[in-house]
């Protein structure tokens, strides 16, 4: 099955920054999504990202404090724009396999001071 | 819409002891279901999948989950637990490529 390379795994930032999120696969997959884990909850899709096309967003997040790009079927990006408090969480991508199930990535701990 | 539904938000067990997650499903189609663990501070491990065929699926650890259509549930359970199964566990449902999960239950282990 892929194998998704995330990165970093962990940051500290200052309130009104904004960090991005690189995932890297190791072979071409269509479809990418990234998902938000909040301290002590479980995963809500942020949005779906598939190459060459404007990502889908989902309920609730809007691509100005999310944008997502897909340059090619390897790579996407996810920045997290003029963060505060609450956007402390882990932040992961995934990747839809046929007959496999979903691949992770690792995981962005995230933590906005 | 679809949604996953993991009644249970923490179980504690003794090691050595029988376990069953519960996990209850709404989709319109036959569902992709899924079960992933998360220990503290780590990424999101696969336990088992069930796409079709037998009801009854084998994972990973030692965990087994049985389908059932009819209380539209997908049910994780292990025979016995060891201490290393302390963990998050979340129930997860594959509708129209997009994965959804469930609320987690935390899963704790006594000596």
């Known amino acids: 099955s892929a194998v998704i390379s995330q990165k970093p795994s962990r940051d500290i930032c200052q309130r009104g920054t904004s960090l991005t999120i690189q995932c890297q696969v190791d072979?071409?997959?269509?479809?990418m999504f990234w998902y938000r884990q909040q301290p002590g909850q479980s995963l809500t899709l942020i949005a779906t990202a598939n190459q060459g096309s404007e990502a889908t967003y989902e309920s609730g997040f809007v691509i100005d404090k999310f944008p997502i790009s897909r340059p090619n079927l390897t790579f996407s990006t996810l920045t997290v724009s003029n963060m505060s408090p609450e956007d402390s969480s882990i932040y992961l991508c995934?990747?839809?396999?046929?007959?496999?199930?979903?691949?992770f990535g690792s995981g962005t701990r995230l933590t906005v001071v | 819409a679809q949604s996953v539904t993991q009644p249970d938000i923490h179980i504690t067990v003794s090691e050595g002891a029988s376990l069953e997650l519960r996990c209850n499903y709404s989709y319109g189609a036959t569902p992709y279901l899924f079960w992933y663990v998360q220990s503290p501070g780590q990424g999101l491990q696969l336990l088992l999948k069930?796409?079709?065929?037998?009801?009854l699926v084998q994972g990973i650890k030692g965990f087994e989950a049985e389908f059932k259509r009819s209380q539209s549930s997908f049910n994780l359970r292990k025979p016995s637990v060891h201490w290393s199964d302390a963990a998050e566990y979340f129930c997860a449902v594959g509708a129209t490529d997009k994965l959804i999960f469930g609320t987690g239950t935390r899963l704790q282990v006594f000596p």
């Open positions: 069930y796409f079709s065929g037998d009801t």
């Open positions: 995934s990747t839809p396999e046929l007959g496999h199930g979903y691949t």
């Open positions: 072979s071409q997959v269509t479809m």
